[in-house]
């Protein structure tokens, strides 16, 4: 693996923080926070025609048929701005349709969420947050050809926007009998709740199934035998949630290293003091060896390598670890006015908080990165 990023990932990279910057500073992403949405339609539009929303798409359904490491490009600078956008569910529900899916399904559903004129969320966490195929409990009841579905899934990105929702569900009591069916907005039985979050500029709900029907051209792959999508489709949305934390974590990095330049105390600016000096270092190291991390990572998912999960976890654990602790850092080397709400600061803390546990806490992945180096052995 080259390390380093080609000349067109820079000049996406480049593209998108000129976008951002233009259309998404903070006083935006702050105004957006608090509407009932929480993003913007008419920025969504112009993202999508800019091809943000289909890059990990094939060209044959509307997108670029690149791969998740040109995504992490465009999460990381999403991440930096803490962009309000339902950009991480829908492109989790497009890799869910685009590797499990057929292609009448991927001809079907992936168009319009490459051109955003849908947008896609998974709905695959429960109440027992469990975080493998095993954790699924909603259950599915055979009608016909079809599924009715009875059951509650929880933290769903964007669940109240969602136009389609890739729905993780049990067809039998076996530990590998699940299935993924796409549900449309509207469906009969369906409702979402927008549900109190932590960070303001990020969107959840809490989604209730009672006797959706789910037909059953609407099932990516063969009924209960979806449990392999499911734990890559885990893997994957770990992935992007790091993805956006690099850049996140160096927004930090960026405000606290400012507030460090400018605040004077005992007559000089308190960067010059070895007590504010060191922690910047520390928050750096801890940047630059999760993004380490994670780049590797998504190389491997790219390449279908059997070791992905592993550096998943691996990247996972340590960002949501190391993210938590800069937030903290970033507000108490503020002072006082770190906690106060004119300060951008304490919006990426709750970024942190977040980001922390979502798709697995350090604590549920370094105990798999411990289970599965021992099973490779």
Not at 125 to 131: F, K, N, T, W
Not at 195 to 216: F, K, N
Not at 313 to 327: H, L, P, V
Request: with cysteine.
């Amino acid at each position: 693996m080259n390390f380093g990023f080609t000349e067109e990932q820079e000049l996406l990279r480049q593209e998108v923080r000129k976008f951002l910057d233009a259309n998404a500073p903070m006083e935006a992403v702050r105004k957006l926070a608090e509407t009932p949405e929480g993003f913007s339609r008419a920025l969504w539009k112009q993202i999508g025609a800019l091809g943000w929303l289909g890059l990990t798409i094939p060209e044959a359904h509307g997108g670029a048929g690149l791969g998740l490491v040109d995504l992490v490009v465009v999460l990381e600078e999403t991440g930096r701005t803490l962009f309000p956008s339902p950009l991480l569910a829908t492109t989790l529900a497009a890799a869910a349709i685009r590797d499990a899916g057929s292609e009448a399904q991927r001809a079907r559903w992936l168009p319009g969420l490459a051109e955003g004129s849908a947008i896609g969320t998974i709905a695959v966490v429960e109440a027992g947050d469990r975080l493998d195929p095993g954790g699924v409990r909603l259950a599915g009841r055979r009608e016909g050809g079809d599924w009715r579905i009875t059951g509650e899934k929880l933290q769903v990105l964007d669940g109240a926007t969602a136009d389609l929702l890739v729905v993780a569900f049990r067809t039998g009591s076996g530990d590998g009998e699940i299935a993924l069916g796409v549900v449309e907005r509207g469906t009969p039985g369906l409702t979402a709740e927008t549900t109190p979050s932590i960070d303001g500029t990020r969107r959840v709900a809490r989604l209730r199934c009672e006797g959706v029907r789910v037909a059953g051209d609407a099932l990516l792959g063969a009924p209960g035998a979806a449990g392999p999508a499911l734990a890559r489709l885990l893997d994957q949305a770990a992935a992007v949630v790091t993805a956006e934390t690099i850049g996140a974590a160096e927004g930090a990095l960026r405000l606290t290293v400012d507030y460090a330049r400018e605040r004077v105390q005992f007559g000089s600016p308190i960067g010059r003091f070895q007590g504010v000096k060191h922690p910047l270092a520390e928050m750096y190291v801890d940047v630059e060896s999760f993004k380490s991390l994670l780049y590797y990572a998504a190389w491997c998912l790219d390449q279908g390598d059997p070791e992905a999960p592993r550096f998943v976890s691996m990247a996972k654990a340590y960002a949501g670890e190391a993210f938590a602790r800069i937030g903290i850092d970033g507000v108490q080397l503020h002072g006082g006015v770190g906690y106060t709400w004119e300060y951008d600061i304490q919006l990426y803390l709750k970024r942190s908080k977040w980001a922390r546990a979502a798709f697995g806490d350090p604590d549920h992945h370094y105990d798999r990165v411990a289970r599965l180096r021992t099973e490779a052995r």
